[in-house]
């Protein structure tokens, strides 16, 4: 659906904010849910990539892509702190660093 941005790419950020100012209340209340979530799942996928044997710039590049992610959901969860609190965002940015 495109509600939360999965690039660092201006454009892709510029538009899921717009699309995310128009969702009604009820919808962007979920935001904090809907980004620990989401970072728990890249955590696993990066995890689960790490201990695997791949060849390494397949490897490192699966790494590199899930970092991204998180990136761009952190930055977003910053755009928007006041709907998920500081306690999401912690958990949000520890999830981040372990990728790190």
Known sequence: MGLIPT???QD???LVVTRFSRLDD???RLLADVSVALMEMFHV???QIK???LKPRDHQKLLDAYREKAKSVVNFI????SLVGA??????LRLEAFMS
């Open 26 to 28: 009820t919808v962007k």
């Open 45 to 47: 996928k990066y995890k």
């Open 78 to 81: 910053g755009l928007h702190h």
């Open 12 to 14: 892709e950020l510029d």
């Open 7 to 9: 690039s660092l790419g």
């Open 87 to 92: 306690e999401i965002q912690s958990k949000v």
């Open 51 to 53: 201990e695997k044997k």
